[in-house]
């Protein structure tokens, strides 16, 4: 099942946010404005200092002011108890610095055990890969960054136009700092670890 959790971040867009049968759509407090037919909100979940009040919805959880986890944290864990395997994630990234980490540590946590997660932004989307692949199909510009939030190892980059094969990445340098496409498929793997890859949003997509 994929669940759509919509923040209050200021980077809202609604690429790829298209709800199918079985899916869940969750905002995590200020994402609730952020959507426009609430008919479709399966679930509201947060302290609502974002927001403003607490809404009117079929499912709202209410959460402390004073507590350990984001609202985003806890909208994510109500998904995965619901029996999502993949979470994509709308309106995180944008604003505030701080809470952008905290969510992308978030995502770290959540494939570690075995959820599938991405993040859509206004300017770009961001993977995971998890002992595993990534696959991106070619375009003829645009610029990818992939980083290692602790030690990723046998890291391997091919179709880019900085290519390395099976080196270690760490949370201390910035290797995978502005990589750029150059009209051919790319390949972004790890042997065990995890990666974030962030892919800057192009309008020419060679198979568009």
């Not at 979470?87 to 959540?110: E, S």
């Not at 390395?164 to 990445?169: E, M, P, R, S, Y």
């Amino acid at each position: 099942m994929k669940a759509f959790i919509v923040g209050a971040a200021d980077d809202f867009c609604t690429r790829g946010l298209k709800k199918e049968k079985g899916d869940l759509l969750i905002a995590a407090d200020a994402g609730y404005g952020k959507i426009e037919d609430k008919s479709l909100v399966d679930a509201v979940i947060g302290d609502f200092d974002s927001l403003g009040y607490v809404p009117k919805a079929d499912k709202v959880i209410r959460l402390k002011c004073e507590k350990d986890d984001t609202d985003t944290d806890s909208a994510a864990e109500y998904a995965v108890k619901a029996g999502a395997d993949e979470i994509v994630f709308y309106a995180c990234l944008g604003g505030k610095l701080d809470h952008a980490i905290a969510n992308l540590q978030l995502g770290v946590r959540l494939v570690r055990r075995g959820v599938g997660v991405r993040f859509e932004s206004r300017d770009c989307t961001v993977y995971y890969v998890y002992g595993g692949e990534l696959r991106l199909p070619a375009r003829r510009s645009g610029r990818v960054s992939v980083f290692s939030p602790d030690e990723t190892q046998g890291v391997t980059i091919r179709g880019l136009k900085y290519e390395v094969g099976g080196i270690t990445l760490t949370n201390a340098v910035a290797l995978g700092v502005s990589n750029e496409f150059v009209g051919r498929d790319a390949l972004i793997s790890a042997e065990k670890g995890v990666l974030m890859v962030f892919v800057y949003e192009e309008t020419d997509n060679i198979r568009s």
